[in-house]
């Protein structure tokens, strides 16, 4: 087990984790496991799990990412996460099965589009009826920018990988309703963010 002050950080996930967990805490309340989709470096799954035990949290990454994950997943001392697992949005099929939730931050925005819609169309099949998903990050809505501040990230995003942008929520959201998705709730975060929430419908 490593010290805490030697495992991956990522400060985002330090300021929105208290933020995210307040929407969470009642969101999944009745769940029984959940599959995280791009953990980075495990702050959201350990946090999350420590302070929900009645549920099984499955965190995941690209299989290049995995050693930024595994550190802190190894460190937690709680029963309810299991093994970090490799997982692509565009593996035909998933590797990992679809529990009765669903959580990701900060990837649909760093993934292509292409991707994207592989990742809600995979959702379309082999979920279970009774199924809730909360995806966390900044979007656009109507086509424009909620704030100087996504624009510039957004700037800074085509930068580093040309196929990664802010997503319309439209845009998101039709590919959603097609999987059998309805919006529950939409929750505005800090920093401009938002928690989006849909159930299956």
Known sequence: MLPSGDLPFSQACENNKGPIYDVLSSVFADRRQVLEVGSGTGQHATFFAARMPHLLWQ????AQNRTVLRPRCAAYEGSNLLPEQTLDVCAKPWPVAIPDALFTANTLHIMPWTSVEAFFARLATGRP????????GPFNYGGQYTSQSNARFDQWL???????AIRDFEAVDALAEQAGLALLADNALPANNRLLVWKAV
Do not use: C, I
């Not at 965190?59 to 690209?62: F, I, N, R, S």
């Not at 009826?129 to 966390?136: K, W």
């Not at 085509?158 to 990664?164: D, G, L, M, N, Y």
């Open 59 to 62: 965190p995941t990454e690209l």
């Open 129 to 136: 009826e009774d199924f809730t998903m909360a995806v966390y």
């Open 158 to 164: 085509h930068e580093q990988h040309p196929h990664s």
